[in-house]
């Protein structure tokens, strides 16, 4: 069984650009969460989607947006990119209906804003 | 806002010692908690949790224990094992919210 599975791996973009990172959830997992880690920091909560909706947001500024698709596969936008944006981007799935212990983490998208 | 807090960002052990990795939260309405383990390169991996209604859960090496008056848990791992090299972190959960600490790297020496 396929793992969660995020693109791009590594992503370099100039200050003031969009950039768009992927994620496909373990197949029949409904829910898709979105952390940033930042160099030295834990991991920030971005976005729950389930079910194609919106469930809640950290506190991150409106710059930071996504979508959750029909097959649930997700997308993270980042626009007006900053310095500060340079982290690892995690995406991670569950079925949503059970207790988050089988939330399952992707292997993360390196964002490098120059 | 930081609601959950791992003090100390790394911790070195002996192999065959006990490695003990706490974390504090702030928010009284977590009510499940994890931890995670990860390596570099790679997605944090589950390794335990505790529900609110319990103070200890036990799986193998690794023990983690809750103090909900002093909003604090903690993870043991006996004995320690080199492969248990990782950053570990500590996770607190509502229904719609899981928040996590910033990891403490423990180094397990041979």
């Known amino acids: 069984e396929a793992g969660v599975t995020q693109s791009p791996t590594h992503l370099i973009k100039t200050r003031g650009q969009q950039a768009t990172l992927r994620c496909s959830p373990i197949s029949g997992h409904t829910s898709v969460y979105w952390y940033q880690q930042a160099l030295g920091l834990g991991l920030q909560f971005l976005l729950w989607?389930?079910?194609?909706?919106?469930?809640n947001r950290g506190n991150f500024p409106p710059r930071f947006s996504g979508r959750q698709f029909p097959n649930y596969s997700s997308e993270l936008n980042v626009n007006a990119l900053e310095l500060e944006d340079s982290a690892l981007y995690l995406c991670?799935?569950?079925?949503?209906?059970?207790?988050?212990?089988?939330?399952?983490f992707g292997e993360g998208s390196w964002l490098t804003v120059v | 806002d930081q609601q959950v807090k791992q003090n100390s960002p790394s911790l070195s052990v002996q192999e065959g010692r006990i490695s003990i990795l706490n974390c504090d939260y702030t928010?009284?309405?977590?009510?499940?908690f994890l931890w995670y383990k990860k390596y570099p390169a790679e997605g944090p991996t589950f390794l335990i949790s505790i529900s609110s209604i319990k103070d200890k859960n036990e799986d193998g090496r690794f023990t983690v224990f809750l103090n909900k008056s002093a909003k604090h848990l903690s993870l043991h791992i006996v004995p320690s094992q080199p492969g248990d090299s990782a950053v570990y972190f500590c996770a607190a959960d509502t229904y719609n919210d899981m928040r996590f600490g910033a990891g403490t790297r423990l180094t397990v020496k041979p």
């Open positions: 928010n009284s309405m977590f009510d499940y």
């Open positions: 989607y389930d079910e194609g909706e919106e469930r």
């Open positions: 991670a799935s569950s079925t949503g209906t059970v207790r988050r212990n089988t939330i399952y």
